[in-house]
């Protein structure tokens, strides 16, 4: 989880903020990105990745879509 946190977090500061400012659209490419790297194979990534955000795990599902 540490990498999945720390991923967040390197993402995010690629746009200049941190994981919970990010705007709607920041926050789709980041998952999405998150997605294609394979960090949803993690168990409970999804949830992770929300709380970081500051979203709901469905929220992040749909993102990832």
């Known amino acids: 989880m540490r990498e999945l946190r720390r991923a967040v977090e390197e993402l995010a500061a690629e746009r200049g903020a941190?994981?919970?400012?990010?705007?709607?659209?920041?926050?789709?490419?980041?998952?999405?990105?998150?997605?294609?790297?394979?960090?949803?194979d993690t168990r409970d990534a999804a949830q992770v990745i929300a709380d970081l955000l500051g979203v709901s795990r469905a929220t992040v599902c749909n993102y990832a879509r």
């Open 18 to 40: 941190t994981p919970r400012s990010l705007g709607r659209q920041d926050k789709t490419a980041l998952v999405r990105k998150l997605h294609e790297d394979g960090h949803f």
